[in-house]
């Protein structure tokens, strides 16, 4: 069964204090790795796709790399609007177009 | 840009009622899927279809239904609304798994509150 587990659950940053968010997971065949931005009362946000070990994303202040058992997204010198809760999801070869999500970690960015 | 739009974004239901959550994408998307979220259980997959009438369960289908007869929407059905329904309700469209960058997409929810 595949298996997605993110923490910290929770994190507070002070603006301009860089962290990054873990994602771990089991899958029996990793077709992709998605990272989601998810606001308040909204929908998630599509952020990044992973493929294979050794690749890496950036977009803003957001980086996102990926290892055969973790992702780690990056988030450098944060500002107020990174706030967000951000998802990890898995999609696996056998699971057609089926994503499996971790619980997601909430990030409060203060000024 | 992809839009996925929902007939909803609060809805307040008695137990009992049957409930029907409307789902709508205009990406001529293969692929459409009806989550709940709730805290700290994450994103769960209700049901999800991959073509017009198909169906297939995902993790949680118990007490749910749905109905895909057009390519564009995609209809999620309480039969018999419980309080321990109350969630938010996400819809998901995505292209078919043979097209590179294939993520889902999703729309901005709807809350339900099960009285």
């Known amino acids: 069964e595949d298996q997605v587990t993110q923490s910290p659950e929770a994190l507070r940053l002070q603006e301009g204090e860089s962290s990054s968010l873990n994602c771990s997971y089991t899958?029996?065949?990793?077709?992709?790795l998605f990272w989601y931005r998810q606001d308040p009362g909204k929908g998630p946000e599509f952020l990044f796709t992973?493929?294979?070990a050794g690749e890496e994303k950036e977009k803003e202040r957001l980086k996102a790399t990926l290892t055969k058992k973790e992702s780690f997204l990056h988030i450098t010198a944060p500002k107020p609007e990174d706030s967000a809760t951000y998802l990890c999801a898995v999609q696996a070869h056998a699971a057609g177009n089926k994503l499996t999500f971790g619980g997601g970690t909430r990030v409060l960015v203060k000024p | 840009d992809v839009k996925v739009t929902q007939s909803s974004r609060y809805l307040v239901k008695r137990t009992g009622e049957k409930v029907f959550l409307e789902c709508v994408q205009d990406m001529d998307h293969e692929n459409m899927f009806w989550y709940r979220q709730d805290p700290g259980l994450g994103l769960r997959l209700i049901y999800f279809s991959y073509d017009v009438k198909m169906k297939e369960k995902g993790d949680i289908p118990e007490g749910y239904s749905v109905s895909r007869e057009k390519k564009e929407r995609f209809s999620l059905i309480l039969e018999s609304a419980s309080t321990n329904q109350t969630s938010m309700y996400l819809c998901a469209s995505s292209p078919a798994p043979s097209i590179p960058q294939e993520t889902q997409y999703f729309g901005p929810g709807t809350r339900l509150l099960v009285l």
């Open positions: 992973l493929y294979s």
């Open positions: 899958v029996s065949g990793l077709r992709g």
